[in-house]
């Protein structure tokens, strides 16, 4: 059974910076490509980063520059940094799981999900 478990999100004034991990377990990671999704009121889920089996990364042009997503195979782990947050990252962050080499696929697991709140 895939469980994976975000953690790293908080409050943090306009400007400043969080990192974002995703742990995941009951899987095969390092077969896995994962992304990073967020969802902000009233608003569609959006993918934000992905990073697939052979490393190569994606993000959404609102946040390219600013965040990096990268994975530890030996931990199962993997991270987004975040940058230069403003008021319009304010999310929930989730983590999920998926496949592909060259691009993400995404699958049906997600995390809990972590609050990332910037404030002006």
């Known amino acids: 059974q895939v469980q994976l478990v975000e953690s790293g999100g908080g409050l943090v004034q306009a400007g400043g910076s969080l990192r974002l991990s995703c742990a995941a377990s009951?899987?095969?990671?390092?077969?896995?490509?994962m992304g990073w999704y967020r969802q902000a009121p009233g608003k569609q889920r959006e993918l934000v980063a992905s990073?697939?089996?052979?490393?190569?990364?994606n993000y959404v042009d609102s946040v390219k520059g600013r965040f990096t997503i990268s994975r530890d195979n030996a931990k199962n782990t993997v991270s987004l940094r975040m940058n230069s947050l403003n008021t319009e990252d304010t999310a929930v962050y989730y983590c999920?799981?998926?496949?592909?080499?060259?691009?993400?696929?995404?699958?049906?697991?997600w995390g809990q999900g972590t609050q990332v709140t910037v404030s002006s």
């Open positions: 999920n799981l998926g496949s592909g080499i060259r691009a993400f696929n995404p699958w049906d697991y």
């Open positions: 990073i697939t089996v052979g490393g190569i990364t």
């Open positions: 009951g899987s095969i990671f390092s077969g896995n490509a």
